[in-house]
């Protein structure tokens, strides 16, 4: 079956401006995270979606990064007023129901260059 | 807090030989620990997991992990590689606190090398 996509794959944009990376989980898959990869290290943990809510945004680094599942579907990752720093690979995630034991699907990644 | 460490950047290995890369863990409770491998301009895929039960874990293409709570580690392991085997593997642990479960810690990743 279909995987996790992630639309697009590689987004260039200048420092200060607005973008919007779109997830598109396995169906059915009630539980959605984001990562932030940063050249030479792991996924780091951003937000997590259960359903439409965000059970745990606590790895947003701050608050010009917003996502948002408002079907409890899709999911987009926001983030305002680019800077150079948030040049990394973000990655979503899947899994069936969040639970301890799930395996977590990982799509292919956007990669965002700020320049 | 939870955390893993890969304590090798790179792993050179001959294709035939066996490989091993390792993986250390720190968490409070239960562990649950995860081994994905990414290949170039691809999301990271499962390997395999520990939950509970065997210390001995088996999964994808092959591959497998040693629990080892004295050691606090979860080394993966292959019998014979295969030069199809070189990627960049990932360790990761799930916070088993309730309240922080769906969290996932990653180490930095180990880049193994399978020669031909």
């Known amino acids: 079956g279909a995987g996790v996509s992630q639309t697009p794959s590689n987004k260039v944009t200048e420092k200060g401006k607005y973008v919007e990376l779109r997830c598109d989980p396995i169906s059915g898959h009630t539980a959605l995270y984001w990562y932030r990869q940063s050249l030479g290290q792991g996924p780091e943990f951003l937000i997590y979606?259960?359903?439409?809510?965000?059970?745990?945004d606590s790895g947003l680094p701050n608050d010009r990064f917003f996502a948002v599942r408002p079907e409890g579907s899709v999911s987009t990752l926001k983030i305002q007023r680019t800077e150079r720093g948030d040049s990394a690979v973000y990655l979503c995630?899947?899994?069936?129901?969040?639970?301890?034991?799930?395996?977590?699907?990982f799509g292919p990644g956007t990669r965002l260059t700020v320049l | 807090a939870q955390s893993v460490a890969q304590p090798e950047d790179q792993v050179n290995v001959a294709e035939g030989n066996p490989l091993t890369v390792k993986c250390t863990y720190s968490v409070s409770g239960n562990p649950y620990l995860f081994w994905y491998v990414q290949y170039p301009n691809r999301g990271l895929q499962f390997l395999l997991k520990y939950i509970t039960g065997d210390n001995l874990v088996k999964g994808s293409y092959g591959f497998e992990a040693e629990f080892n709570k004295s050691q606090t580690s979860f080394h993966l392991k292959k019998p014979s590689a295969l030069v199809s085997d070189s990627a960049l593997y990932f360790c990761a642990v799930r916070d088993p606190l309730r309240a922080n479960f769906n969290k996932f810690y990653f180490g930095s990743g180990t880049k193994l090398n399978v020669k031909p």
């Open positions: 979606f259960q359903g439409t809510g965000a059970a745990d």
């Open positions: 995630a899947s899994s069936g129901t969040g639970t301890t034991t799930d395996t977590q699907y």
